[in-house]
């Protein structure tokens, strides 16, 4: 199947953003992305399409041990500790995993979800469709990235390197025009080009950019919320799917306790209940709570799996407690920087669907695109 270039899912205007046409004077030119999350990992892959022909090349600096950011799973069990669904009004996202050949699993919802509000009994509701038509992926949400990071090591050998356990603590333009990028272990490196594609509230609070951006932008970054942040995240595996032997859509709310979102995350190769809750949640208190929603037969679960993003120090930092609220980042945010040499390309700063895995697609896919524009000099 041919693969899409990024201007072919967006047209070539700069949605605002501002492109100064300065490319790097080099024949070769080195593009450095930090993060490698979806939107990192898809801007690598726009870019190796739109520079075929220009003698480049790309590192990708990540600060964890893995890749994918955000989205981590359990892939032989299909189960997500972080994103799960593309719903079926992201299209970037929807054709990049069709791009990819990766296998999708309907989300069920069918039958009766569970209510519960203040010290009210348990109400049981049929509700419509509850999920958006939204789909999950085989191997979870993190085969996207796993995929990708295939992708670029193999098919790219000679222009992309990833480099794991790499988190930039500085960046500085340079006087001839370089990029000079610190890392954590003192090591330092000169790029032509920055893709920041981490989220920018933690950008403004652990990355010491000189010269100072503009106070405007760096308020406006600041306020940037990272869309779940805050949120823990529990997996509830069980022997049998008992939940859908009684009828049960296997979703629930609960406002009484500090578990409070169910969802059915079963699949062929397992059976499960995964669980929004708020930080600081307990194992136990997720199991209490489930049980007090949906019963007994929530009592014994084989295993139980759990993340709290808000400990997550490459996604929420100090500052952030965002749960809920997705980012409305404002033109500002999408204006290259330095002479375009330094590019915001996370998520959050999308011109639609910011926040989710569309926002990263999409915003890669644009970064990509305006930049490859740049240097090929068009
Ligand atoms: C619990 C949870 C559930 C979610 N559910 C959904 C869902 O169902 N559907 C959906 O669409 N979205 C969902 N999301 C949001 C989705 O995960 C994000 O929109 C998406 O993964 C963002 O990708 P990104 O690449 O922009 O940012 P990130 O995934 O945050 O990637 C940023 C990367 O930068 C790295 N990094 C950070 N600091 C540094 C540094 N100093 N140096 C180098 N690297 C650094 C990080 O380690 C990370 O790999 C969910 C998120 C969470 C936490």
């Not at 794991?164 to 610190?182: G, R």
């Amino acid at each position: 199947m041919a693969s899409t270039r990024p201007n072919e899912i967006f047209n070539t205007q700069n949605n605002g953003s501002k492109i100064h046409r300065e490319p790097a004077s080099d024949s070769s030119c080195h593009i450095v992305i930090i993060g490698a999350g979806v939107a990192g990992l898809a801007c690598a892959r726009y870019l190796t399409h739109s520079l075929e022909k220009k003698s480049y090349k790309i590192t990708i600096l990540e600060a964890r041990d893995r890749v994918g950011g955000r989205t981590l799973s359990i892939p032989e069990l299909n189960l997500d500790l972080g994103a799960s669904w593309i719903f079926s009004p992201h299209t970037a996202a929807l054709s990049l995993v069709r791009e990819l050949n990766i296998g999708t699993i309907d989300q069920y919802e069918d039958g009766i979800s569970l209510m519960k509000s203040g010290n009210s009994d348990v109400r049981r509701m049929r509700l419509g469709e509850i999920h958006n038509g939204a789909i999950r992926l085989k191997g979870g949400a993190g085969s996207l990235c796993a995929t990708l990071l295939n992708e670029l090591t193999v098919k790219n050998q000679t222009t992309v390197a990833v480099q794991l356990n790499s988190p930039v603590i500085s960046i500085t333009y340079e006087t001839n025009q370089k990029l000079n990028i610190e890392l954590r272990d003192k090591k330092s490196i000169v790029a032509d080009y920055v893709v920041l594609a981490l989220p920018p509230k933690l950008f403004i609070s652990t990355i010491e950019i000189t010269p100072q951006l503009p106070k405007s932008l760096t308020e406006e970054l600041s306020d940037c919320d990272t869309w779940m942040a805050s949120t823990c995240k529990a997996i509830l595996q069980y022997e049998r799917a008992w939940w859908k032997d009684q009828k049960l859509s296997g979703f629930a709310v609960s406002r009484q306790s500090k578990a409070q979102e169910w969802h059915d995350a079963s699949s062929d190769t397992c059976n499960a209940l995964f669980v929004f809750c708020l930080s600081g949640t307990t194992k136990q208190q997720v199991i209490d709570a489930t049980v007090k929603i949906f019963g007994n037969e929530a009592i014994n679960p084989t295993a139980i799996h759990m993340v709290d993003w808000s400990n997550e120090r490459f996604t929420s930092g100090s500052t952030d407690h965002s749960f809920g609220g997705h980012a409305h980042a404002s033109n500002i945010c999408r204006q290259s920087q330095w002479n375009g040499r330094l590019w915001f390309g996370n998520s959050e700063v999308s011109d639609a669907h910011g926040g989710f895995i569309e926002g990263a697609v999409r915003r890669g896919a644009q970064v990509a695109n305006q930049l490859a524009e740049l240097i090929v000099g068009k």
